[in-house]
């Protein structure tokens, strides 16, 4: 099953939740009418028939309930609106500061922006529950965009730089598989099955707190405070049965979607990082640990259980949300479990640190992984061997060891390149600047105007003749990582600072009267990762596109038949070729000129598809792109935005040879 499978099956499983949450609202509603028909019958109506209660108190209890819940749910997705960070922000978390000087907060940064990188998925931003002593971590978040990953002090605390990679590994796991829409969802669901259960403990809670006033009053005042007393408690023990049962059915829930997908995400994680002993050890720690996975500094701790690494509350095992942990290593390694324990009882299991703060903002790199280069420069890129363009949408949510290795590589000379300077807001906002104005003919102007947020213009800021200098040293195929790094800084700025990057950088590629292919590459990257547009709705069938893949089709033949400078055959013979290989059932033809808009427009279109449609597109082009074997820059930086436009998790599928791009 592949990416835009799992995405599909994803979007299947939300109406399994719907059926789930209509269960135990049903089991709710009758476990409170029975209760509700018992009491009244028993204390104050011996007459009442059950014919009696279904006339009317059935349906205002009945309809208590649905409010109460929906109500609830309602309130949480509201509270939830911007995704993974109104979730981190709920728990207590607190963001990672992109420019940090905590070595553990580094540590954390540099996993993330390597495996970010290897995976194509846009870095989360990053969140520390800083009062959790446990070992833990989730991700969570509505779209690739709003996606954040939030760990616990204590796994910064008892980890090292492999078991953390390995809890990292597993949670982008849970990105590829689509399961972080689910997931917030859950938790909503949730919240509004706990809200009566809630109430139930306020109003016993009220009951015993009027019987003790009641006890100083008058007699008749009293008697009637013991009888108000009695109701509230009777309301609340009867609220609190519902509410248990509206737990039970939460935790089932959760037991039910989050199992399997635990297990998945381990195996995946050692897929990620070719290391089963990371996971595996951070997995042993937390069994054999006094705070185990635990969040014991949040009351929302049992709403997140089943989108944490570990169990978040202690739970019996038929209602946990994860396999237990012996069974969770033997899954990853049979072998590893004997080995760990051994380790233990022999004394020898210790915390390994191996990352070292460097006060030059070196970063560290994947263990056992070569180093970067000395002086600073960022690498070639690593080849691999040449990817066929059949099924290449397969390599979405994949991640092989080149991947792992080149991004390693790339993160490292940017970091020792740039220094701590390229997590600096500012400095990465005239570092986008820089990369248009290298493309366009004013680079040598003093007529720009524009200025950067801080109110310095661009070419007389203080650090606009180091960030020039040192981009001049960045190779062109590094671009797309270097963009990707830059804004994943920008995106933990105000919006309001990140909508001027994106205006001020339109107006800079508009000020020449023209766009070249990097600034139309560099612009549509920055505008999808820093401007909040909304999505659109999905578009189920393709033929009403079909102007649009003949848009983008047409530009990827354009390109691929230039790719070695000497054209074997025409784009429009290409066009036709793949055409009728990918879209028989359309009517496409060849456009001969393009506009940087209509090809814009095309992608942005395309890109509302459904998942199960999107892998024809990414095929075709590729098909375009690969079809001589040889790929030139331009190629590989459109299918790049292309896949980064359509929301597809792709590694950087790194060409064997860059052809020399016209």
């Not at 039970?248 to 199992?259: K, T």
Request: hydrophobic share 40%.
């Amino acid at each position: 099953m592949d990416f835009f499978e799992k995405q599909a099956k994803a979007h299947r499983k939300t109406y399994w939740l719907l059926l789930y949450f209509a269960l135990a609202l049903a089991s709710m509603i009758a476990i409170l009418n029975a209760i509700a028909f018992w009491g009244i019958r028993s204390w104050a109506d011996a007459t009442l028939t059950l014919n009696d209660w279904f006339q009317e108190p059935f349906w205002w209890a009945s309809g208590a309930v649905v409010l109460t819940v929906t109500g609830g749910t309602l309130w949480r997705l509201v509270q939830l609106n911007k995704g993974g960070e109104s979730l981190a922000r709920l728990l207590g978390a607190v963001p990672v500061a992109p420019n940090t000087r905590l070595p553990q907060e580094r540590m954390l940064r540099n996993i993330t922006e390597e495996m970010s990188i290897a995976s194509g998925v846009p870095m989360p931003r990053l969140y520390i529950l800083p009062n959790e002593a446990g070992i833990n971590a989730f991700v969570a978040g509505y779209h690739l965009e709003d996606m954040t990953l939030t760990v616990t002090q204590g796994a910064l605390d008892q980890l090292s730089r492999d078991e953390l990679q390995g809890i990292i590994g597993h949670e982008f796991s849970h990105i590829h598989n689509a399961d972080t829409r689910l997931n917030i969802q859950i938790v909503s669901v949730l919240a509004g099955i706990l809200l009566i259960g809630a109430i139930g403990g306020f109003l016993c809670r009220s009951a015993f707190h009027g019987s003790r006033i009641g006890g100083i009053s008058s007699t008749s005042n009293s008697r009637r405070d013991v009888r108000s007393s009695f109701a509230l408690l009777g309301a609340g023990v009867a609220l609190f049965i519902v509410g248990y049962t509206g737990l039970f059915f939460g935790r089932l829930i959760q037991a039910a979607i989050s199992r399997q997908r635990e297990l998945l995400a381990d195996s995946s994680s050692v897929q990620f990082t070719r290391n089963p002993d990371g996971i595996g050890s951070a997995l042993f720690k937390i069994g054999y640990t006094d705070q185990h996975s635990y969040l014991h500094g949040t009351s929302k701790a049992q709403e997140v259980n089943h989108m944490c690494f570990g169990e978040s509350v202690q739970l019996r095992s038929w209602f946990a949300s994860h396999p237990p942990i012996n069974q969770r290593i033997e899954a990853i390694d049979p072998k590893l479990l004997s080995r760990l324990r051994s380790r233990h009882n022999a004394g020898k299991l210790r915390q390994q640190r191996e990352y070292q703060g460097e006060e030059t903002s070196t970063a560290a790199g994947i263990s056992g992984f070569a180093p970067s280069t000395a002086n600073g420069t960022p690498p070639p890129s690593q080849p691999t061997p040449t990817t066929s363009s059949k099924g290449i949408h397969q390599l979405a949510g994949t991640v092989s060891q080149a991947d792992q290795q080149w991004a390693s590589k790339v993160v490292k000379a940017l970091n020792s390149l740039f220094g701590n300077a390229l997590h600096d807001p500012g400095y990465c906002e005239l570092l986008l600047y820089g990369l248009v104005l290298k493309e366009t003919s004013l680079m040598a102007s003093t007529n720009v105007s524009q200025r950067c947020s801080d109110g310095q213009p661009i070419l007389t800021h203080q650090h606009y003749e180091d960030c020039w200098s040192k981009l001049n040293q960045v190779p062109a195929e590094t671009l797309m990582a270097l963009l990707e790094l830059a804004t994943a800084v920008l995106k933990t700025c105000p919006q309001v600072l990140r909508e001027h990057v994106v205006n001020t950088l339109r107006e800079l590629v508009s000020a020449d009267q023209k766009t070249t292919f990097t600034e139309f590459v560099l612009l549509s990257f920055v505008a999808k990762h820093l401007r909040q547009a909304p999505a659109g709705k999905t578009i189920g069938k393709i033929a009403p596109l079909s102007q649009e893949v003949a848009t983008l089709l047409s530009m990827f033949c354009y390109l691929g038949t230039r790719s070695t400078g000497q054209p074997s055959r025409g784009p429009e013979s290409l066009f036709k070729e793949i055409a009728a290989l990918h879209f028989p059932l359309l009517t496409l033809e060849y456009l001969p000129s393009i506009s940087s808009s209509n090809l814009e427009r095309a992608i942005r279109q395309i890109s509302r598809l459904s998942p199960l449609l999107k892998p024809a597109v990414i095929d075709a082009c590729a098909d375009a792109v690969l079809y001589d074997e040889a790929v030139s820059l331009k190629e590989y930086q459109l299918l790049r935005l292309v896949i980064e436009l359509f929301d597809s998790p792709m590694p950087p599928v790194i060409p064997e040879t860059f052809a020399k791009s016209l």
